[in-house]
């Protein structure tokens, strides 16, 4: 009998369609095109292009920014994750100590109130695109297998689905940041 080996950049190792083996990706690993860890970035959607990710009245969403303040509000500051090793965190560039996170599957923008629960909420894996390596996407450290998609311009976690809409809707071009000011 004769078994394919499938090792997978999202950590997973699969053995005919069944997972084994989960573990964080060596720190070494190059995810292919600009999959930097930290700094400064603005994140354009894979299937409409002009759209950013950002934030407006404390919820994430996707938007053509054309002035200054949205530009500022779709700039994000990656920092290391706020559970740990191997995540991102989504930091404000505009609202210091504001993060990303997730509550109710929805992609919300408060303030770190320092509880593992936030920190856990306010983590994402970076993996490369789920339509494409030149491509980014996050999926929730607390929430495996749920990624940021956008969905009716609205940011969200949604457990993997293996359609074209789900990948597009969840991938990202990472951008130099569109905010001047952190260049």
């Known amino acids: 009998m004769n078994k394919k080996i499938l090792i997978l950049l999202s ?3 699969v053995i005919s369609g069944s997972v084994y083996a ?3 990706l060596p720190k070494n690993i190059h995810l292919g095109g600009n999959q930097s860890v930290s700094g400064v970035y603005s994140f354009e959607s894979k299937n409409y292009p002009g759209h950013f990710i950002s934030h407006k009245e404390f919820l994430g969403l996707i938007s053509v920014p054309s002035n200054e303040e949205q530009k500022k509000s779709s700039t994000f ?4 994750g706020l559970a740990g090793d191997g995540f991102v965190s989504f930091e404000s560039v505009d609202y210091p100590n504001h993060y990303f996170r997730h509550q109710n599957y929805a992609i919300k923008f408060h303030k770190n109130d320092g509880s593992d629960l936030f920190k ?6 970076k993996v490369p695109g789920l339509a494409g390596v030149k491509f980014v996407s996050f999926e ?9 998609r956008h969905k009716n311009w609205m940011l969200q976690i949604n457990k993997r ?3 074209d809409l789900f990948k ?3 991938s990202f071009i990472q951008k130099d940041p569109l905010n001047d000011d952190e260049d």
């Not at 500051?77 to 290391?80: A, E, M, S, T, W």
């Open 161 to 163: 689905e293996e359609t």
């Open 22 to 24: 989960q573990r964080p």
């Open 140 to 148: 929730s450290c607390n929430y495996p297998d749920h990624f940021i």
């Open 77 to 80: 500051k990656v920092v290391k």
């Open 120 to 125: 856990q909420d306010a983590s994402f894996r």
């Open 11 to 13: 950590s997973a190792v």
């Open 168 to 170: 597009d809707d969840s």
